[in-house]
């Protein structure tokens, strides 16, 4: 059984560029919730999708978006790309809001 | 509104000693609870998690937690420590897990296991 997979692995954007990343959840899930990691910091929650609609927003600017297919994987969209978007990326996959299972994360860093 | 706060940065401990990684949380409703780990370039690995039932908590690989309402903490403990818990820890604080809610992460704690 996979578990969560995301894509790409690692990512070097330049600042004012736009970039997507990609979630594909555990089999049977059919929630993704995306996290940023800063260096030396706890995750902290962009955003939740279920249904392919996003349920719950953390404290993030709408230069951060995502979407949700059918098939219930997600993208993270984040635009106008600053230094501070620099992190690590966490997708984590739930049956509805149980517990949540972590991809490995991409790091994206922004020059 | 709801928090979590981690009291230690770094936790340092020899191999076989008890562990205890300490967490308080706020929560204006009754929350459900977690511990997560990351180990250096991996993913976070959920430990356990406390929902309203049992107040102990026992997870993997030897580790338990004990939820304290009074208290409002949920701290890690493990009877003795071995060279691969060496990881960050990560205590998470939600609300009600058939709402939709927000995951709140503590800052984390780096547990060192000395030979």
């Known amino acids: 059984d996979a578990g969560v997979t995301q894509s790409p692995t690692h990512l070097i954007k330049t600042r004012g560029q736009q970039v997507t990343l990609r979630c594909s959840p555990k089999?049977?899930?059919?929630?993704v919730s995306w996290y940023q990691q800063a260096l030396g910091q706890g995750p902290q929650f962009i955003f939740q999708?279920?249904?392919?609609?996003?349920?719950q927003r953390g404290n993030f600017p709408d230069r951060f978006s995502g979407h949700q297919f059918p098939n219930y994987s997600s993208e993270l969209n984040v635009n106008a790309l600053l230094l501070g978007d620099s992190a690590l990326y966490l997708c984590?996959?739930?049956?509805?809001?149980?517990?949540?299972?972590f991809g490995p994360g991409t790091r994206l860093t922004v020059t | 509104a709801q928090s979590v706060t981690q009291l230690d940065s770094h936790v340092s401990v020899s191999e076989g000693t008890p562990v205890l990684l300490r967490c308080n949380y706020s929560?204006?409703?009754?929350?459900?609870l977690f511990w997560y780990v990351q180990h250096p370039n991996k993913g976070l690995q959920l430990l356990l998690k406390y929902t309203s039932a049992a107040t102990l908590v026992k997870g993997i690989n030897g580790f338990e937690a004990e939820f304290k309402k009074s208290e409002t903490s949920f701290h890690l403990t493990k009877p003795s420590a071995h060279m691969s818990d060496a990881a960050e820890y990560f205590c998470?604080?939600?609300?009600?897990?058939?709402?939709?809610?927000?995951?709140?992460f503590g800052s984390g704690t780096k547990l060192n296991v000395k030979p």
């Open positions: 929560s204006s409703y009754s929350p459900s």
């Open positions: 984590a996959s739930s049956l509805v809001t149980y517990e949540q299972y």
């Open positions: 999708y279920y249904e392919e609609e996003e349920r």
């Open positions: 998470v604080v939600t609300g009600p897990l058939y709402n939709f809610n927000k995951f709140y």
């Open positions: 089999s049977g899930h059919d929630t």
